[in-house]
Structures are given as C-alpha cells and as structure tokens.
C-alpha cells in the first residue's frame, strides 16, 4: 500500500477507529496473532496520547515491505504542546495528564523502530514501525524512503503517486507523479505512470518520462519527475514535467532540481535530464503542489538527522495545502 490511510484523532471514540483500520491492515498483510496484537496496542496507546496531550491530531498509516519481510508505518502528527524532555517523557511513571504514564513506554518496547521529534508549544510527531518477523537489518550505505501519499478531502483514491526501484546501494530510482485534477481519472493516470517507471527499470529518466508520454495519451495526463541516484558517482540524474518539486539538501546546500513545463501524455516541449552532486550527508525531498513550497527544514533543528518518514510527516503537517491531493517523499542514506 502506497497510499497512505489518515484517521483524525480529536476524541475518545476514534481511537477505536484507529486499531480497526491497523488491525484490517496488517491482518492483509498476513502478521501473526502474537505481533497483531502488539500492533493492536502501540496504535491504541499513540490515539490515546493524542486524545490526552494533543486535543486532536492525526494518525496515519502505511504497509511496508523490506526483502519478503512486511510491517507497518505508524505516524502520529500534531500541533499540541510538545515535550520539553523526550527521554524523560519514555519514562514509565511520567504523565502530565495524571494517568498512569505507561503508554510511550510500552510504545517503545513493542515497536522495532520508534523515533520522536517535538518542539515544545509547536507539537510532536511519533513514528513507531512494526514488522511481522524479525525486523530486517538495514545495510550500510541503503537508501531509507519515507513518504506520505493521501487523497484530497473526501475522496477515495489519490491522483498522486510514487515508486522506487533499485538496490538502494549502488542505484535508486524514485518516482513522484501527479495526475490531473483529482479521483478516479486522476489516479488512473498516475497508476499507468507507475506501471511505466517499473516496465523500462533499465531506462534512464529522461527515457523513462518519453516512455511515460507515449502510455499516458489516452489518460487525463499528468506531471512528473524521475531521479536517479547513483551512489557510486555520487550524482543524481533529474528529469522532470511539470509542478513536481524536488530538492538535494546537505548540511550547507539547498539544491532546488529544475523541471520543464508541460504534461505528461498531452503536451511536452522539452525533455532534458540534469546532474546534480548527491552529498553522503544528503536528503532528497519531492513533492506534488498538494504541499507548499514554501517549507525550509532549518526551522527544524536536529530534524534532518531523523528518519525519512519524520521529516515526511512534519513536511505534510505544517505545509499541506488541505485542497488537493498530497505526496511527500523523503529519501536519506543510511550512512548519514
């Protein structure tokens, strides 16, 4: 599951919600009793925390798969008071709510990977991971991907997507496309996108948007963008169409990639492949225009040096634009 599942967290009833949705989830992906369970409980424990200390946030969730080993994504967002002391909110015992302050505790002893990031009086963000066998090991110098990829209000499916292929150690394509409009037709369109970017995995990505022209021609079209990382060269190849925003960030750089007007399937004037230095301390950003541009992760401190999926969420939180479709995809070095 690509897509993301979103489930606002502002009262007691919905924390039920919540364990149902994760429950239907990883009983797909074939978990265990034993470790169904232990999902059951860190789902629960995160709503409650949000109903408690947040007055209201959102949770969301996302399938995940390593090797032939699958889990699930947990990430708890929102705009509360924040933690002044992280670690000593881990303690069993501390609340400041006047319950039995038990609940990030037992979080972090059934999670596989649990990482926070608060700001006090601007809110926190939680990502717990789960798996349904032991949890894989990641290899030196992997690529780790964190994205979030959510329809528009009131709609079913999204118009946007993305993908990625490769080893993740020697070459790693990403993918971020955006279908016209919204609904169905729109996701349709990023759909058939996605079938292209996997069918010609040996192209390049100038190659690969040409590809993507000719097979979106009978669709609503869409934009796109395509980038290569190649660790060996330490380079990145970009081609992208459209309003499809990508960014290289390193500790002293902020590398906006340039794209090419025009839509992908309808009309495309220019396709051109760009090089970019890829920097061992580096980050890769995409987005659709669902999320503002106008984001800088310096008004993060310390947030580059967390996981994917956290920079991702705190993007989405505080820059979505709440009337379209919303892709965000962070992809790190395990070596940073």
């Known amino acids: 599951m690509r897509q993301s599942v979103a489930?606002?967290?502002?009262?007691?009833?919905?924390?039920?919600?919540?364990?149902?949705?994760?429950?239907?989830?990883?009983?797909?992906?074939?978990?265990?009793?034993?470790?169904?369970?232990?999902?059951?409980?860190?789902?629960?424990?995160?709503?409650?925390n949000l109903v408690q200390h947040a007055r209201g946030g959102v949770m969301l969730l996302r399938s995940l798969k390593q090797d032939l080993t699958v889990g699930i994504e947990v990430l708890s967002l929102d705009k509360g008071p924040g933690m002044v002391d992280i670690d000593e909110c881990l303690q069993d015992g501390f609340s400041t709510a006047g319950t039995s302050g038990n609940g990030l505790g037992a979080i972090r002893r059934l999670s596989d990977l649990l990482e926070i990031y608060s700001i006090p009086n601007q809110g926190t963000a939680l990502l717990a991971r789960l798996w349904s066998d032991p949890a894989p090991h990641p290899l030196q110098n992997t690529l780790e991907i964190g994205a979030i990829c959510l329809p528009k209000r009131g709609e079913e499916a999204s118009g946007d997507a993305w993908a990625s292929q490769g080893d993740g150690r020697h070459r790693s394509v990403l993918l971020v496309v955006d279908g016209l409009g919204h609904g169905a037709a729109a996701a349709s369109a990023a759909d058939q996108a996605v079938r292209v970017f996997h069918d010609h995995e040996d192209l390049s990505p100038g190659a690969m948007v040409q590809a993507a022209h000719a097979a979106l021609r009978s669709t609503r079209g869409a934009v796109l963008a395509i980038a290569e990382i190649d660790f060996e060269r330490e380079s990145v190849c970009f081609a992208g169409i459209g309003n499809i925003s990508a960014s290289i960030l390193s500790l002293t750089q902020h590398q906006n990639l340039l794209s090419h007007n025009g839509t992908v399937g309808h009309e495309i004037r220019k396709i051109q492949e760009f090089s970019y230095p890829w920097y061992a301390n580096g980050l890769l950003i995409m987005h659709s225009d669902g999320l503002d541009s106008k984001w800088r992760l310096d008004r993060y401190p310390g947030l580059s040096q967390k996981h994917p999926s956290l920079i991702a969420g705190l993007l989405y939180r505080d820059f979505n634009r709440e009337r379209d479709d919303v892709t965000v995809l962070v992809a790190k070095g395990m070596g940073i």
């Open 7 to 48: 489930i606002a967290i502002s009262e007691s009833s919905q924390t039920g919600e919540a364990r149902r949705v994760a429950m239907a989830l990883v009983t797909r992906l074939g978990f265990q009793e034993t470790q169904r369970g232990k999902v059951a409980i860190v789902v629960t424990e995160v709503a409650k």
